[in-house]
C-alpha cells in the first residue's frame, strides 16, 4: 500500500538524495569544526570530569 502510494507521487524520488546531501554537508562540517578546535580547549575539555570543585559538590548527594 505504501509503495503504491510513494509510486503515484511524481518527484519524490529527490528527496532521499536531497536529505543525503544534507546529512553529509552537515557530517563533513562537525569533522571540520572538530578538527579545527583549539587544543588547549580540547584539553580543558578532556580533564572537567576529573576536577574537583568544592562549589559544584559539596559531599551532598541530595538533588534538588
Do not use: C, Q, Y
Not at 543525503?20 to 569533522?31: D, E, K, R
Not at 559544584?56 to 548527594?61: A, V
Amino acid at each position: 500500500m505504501i509503495k503504491e502510494i510513494l509510486n503515484s507521487i511524481s518527484g519524490i524520488e529527490i528527496w532521499p538524495i536531497i536529505a543525503l546531501f544534507i546529512f553529509m554537508a552537515l557530517f563533513i562540517a562537525v569533522i571540520v569544526w572538530a578538527a579545527r578546535l583549539d587544543k588547549k580547549i580540547i584539553k580543558k575539555m578532556k580533564e572537567l570530569p576529573l576536577e574537583t570543585d568544592s562549589t559544584t559538590n559539596n559531599g551532598d548527594n541530595r538533588h534538588g
